[in-house]
């Protein structure tokens, strides 16, 4: 599996996204994972604030090794961040109930709200 960095502009990023029921028109860094030729799954971030982005999307095609692919393209997304030199990174969710929210207690986001979980990236300095 390949993951390619793109934008928001991407077609197949569009097409990936139109089958879960979601148009992203807001400037974006994507994450699309490649298995031979197949988008399997995406995720992307925008900005939230000077100091935070925003994971917006996290969608996975199948149901076999989800907990792994969510996990390398959270992983990816954090790294970009990082790099973006963001602090913070946030995730909201529609209910607590979402099968997404255990996984990113396991990467160590926490809820900040009913419905809006944080993670603060550690300075090695």
Do not use: H
């Not at 139109?18 to 974006?28: A, H, R």
Request: proline share 1%; with cysteine.
């Amino acid at each position: 599996m390949e993951i390619i960095v793109t934008d928001e502009r991407d077609e197949r990023f569009k097409k990936f996204c139109k089958s879960f029921g979601c148009l992203v028109e807001e400037p974006q860094v994507v994450l699309l994972l490649d298995n031979f030729g197949k988008i399997v799954g995406c995720s992307s971030f925008k900005v939230y604030d000077e100091d935070s982005c925003e994971i917006t999307t996290l969608f996975l095609n199948s149901y076999d090794d989800r907990e792994r692919i969510a996990y390398k393209l959270i992983r990816q997304l954090e790294k970009i961040a990082i790099d973006y030199e963001f602090k913070n990174v946030y995730v909201s969710f529609d209910s607590t109930e979402d099968i997404l929210v255990e996984i990113f207690e396991k990467l160590d986001y926490s809820f900040v709200d009913d419905l809006l979980m944080k993670k603060e990236f550690k300075s090695l300095i």
